[in-house]
């Protein structure tokens, strides 16, 4: 079992629906991160927030918009996304952003745009 | 560009047969090289940092090295268990703090 818990673990929504996904962690950890993968692809990195605020944002499009409520709780709100944003979902979460810290991740959200 | 760069792409192994798996990297500067092993559907899940030459990480029957240029992931008498997509990331020290991940070993272990 992961320390990080993502909801839900799949999804399915119209190109229309407006939907969020949920991460949350419990080890105090003050660095959340979003990541994006394909099948057999590597994670790619979307945003990350420190101490609740955003501080990278990797050009992701604006149909993706991200919220961090507080320290353990990670929101990635979606609306009109395409099929090819289709893929796995996945938060993670570090003591800190950067230096030696590893980064621990979540189970994913597996979600599909019909 | 920082790149990292892994190999072989896929690795099918005998149970017990014992082998390498290589992560080459070119980054303006090292703040650590973090290993992952990946379940299908799960995320990765972490399992060792290194930060400088020449240091050396064990779990069970994994190990992990580092040189300026490579790290290597050695298993030893793998079970099939082990099978998995093994992830290598690097963090630079000059660069905005981001992980940049190789594509991955999918490794097979074959009872």
């Known amino acids: 079992d992961t320390e990080v818990t993502q909801t839900p673990k799949h999804l399915v929504m119209g190109m229309t629906n407006k939907k969020s996904l949920k991460c949350e962690q419990h080890m105090g950890h003050r660095a959340m991160y979003w990541y994006k993968q394909k099948a057999k692809k590597p994670p790619e990195l979307m945003f990350v927030y420190s101490y609740e605020k955003l501080s990278i944002n990797e050009s992701v499009p604006s149909r993706f918009s991200p919220e961090c409520p507080n320290s353990s709780l990670l929101n990635l709100h979606l609306h009109a996304l395409q099929p090819e944003d289709s893929a796995l979902y996945l938060c993670?979460?570090?003591?800190?952003?950067?230096?030696?810290?590893?980064?621990?991740f979540g189970d994913g959200t597996r979600l599909s745009i019909l | 560009e920082d790149q990292v760069t892994q190999s072989p792409e896929a690795l099918r192994l005998q149970e017990g047969e014992s082998s390498s798996l290589n992560c080459s990297y070119t980054v303006s500067g090292l703040r650590g090289l973090f290993w992952y092993r990946q379940d299908p559907g799960k995320g990765p899940e972490f399992l060792f940092t290194l930060y400088s030459a020449g240091e050396e990480k064990e779990k069970e029957r994994l190990k992990a090295t580092l040189t300026k240029k490579e790290s290597f992931l050695h298993i030893t008498a793998p079970k099939p268990e082990d099978s998995a997509t093994y992830l290598c990331a690097v963090r630079v020290s000059f660069g905005n703090e981001k992980l940049t991940f190789g594509t991955g070993t999918r490794l097979t272990i074959i009872p």
């Open positions: 993670a979460s570090s003591p800190t952003m950067g230096g030696h810290q590893p980064q621990h």
